[in-house]
């Protein structure tokens, strides 16, 4: 079993920056990709952004493209995600997720049903 826990959300203005953290405990030796996704206030969730477990390839939404950042660092078990150029559109509650594959394909690494773990979320708030 793998528990995710994140931090690092909080509320800003636009155009500020903030930095997602999740950390992985319990059995993670064989865990695959590391993604973030969002939920908005009445809509479903979506994809932020994917990585493989060593970290040479990463996926992002169109929507972030250029202005997220997803990282990992293994010996800390922790996946990060640096927000930057904010928008309020970007308000949600952000989750951290892990699988159990190693993903090499942008098609599955952005899909809910690739990760079997998943954190409780941090809330990201972006006024105007």
């Known amino acids: 079993q793998v528990q995710l826990a994140e931090s690092g959300g909080g509320l800003v203005q636009t155009g500020d920056s903030l930095r997602l953290s999740c950390t992985a405990s319990?059995?993670?030796?064989?865990?695959?990709?590391m993604a973030w996704f969002r939920q908005a206030p009445g809509k479903e969730r979506d994809f932020v952004a994917s990585?493989?477990?060593?970290?040479?390839?990463?996926y992002y939404a169109d929507s972030v493209k250029g202005r997220f950042t997803i990282s990992r660092d293994n010996a800390k078990n922790t996946v990060f995600l640096q927000l930057n150029s904010l928008k309020p559109e970007d308000t949600a509650v952000y989750y951290c997720?892990?699988?159990?594959?190693?993903?090499?394909?942008?098609?599955?690494?952005?899909?809910?049903?690739?990760?079997?773990?998943w954190g409780q979320g941090t809330q990201v708030t972006v006024s105007s």
């Open positions: 319990g059995r993670t030796s064989g865990g695959g990709n």
């Open positions: 990585i493989t477990r060593n970290g040479d390839t990463a």
């Open positions: 997720a892990m699988a159990g594959t190693i993903y090499y394909n942008s098609q599955f690494a952005s899909q809910e049903s690739s990760y079997y773990y």
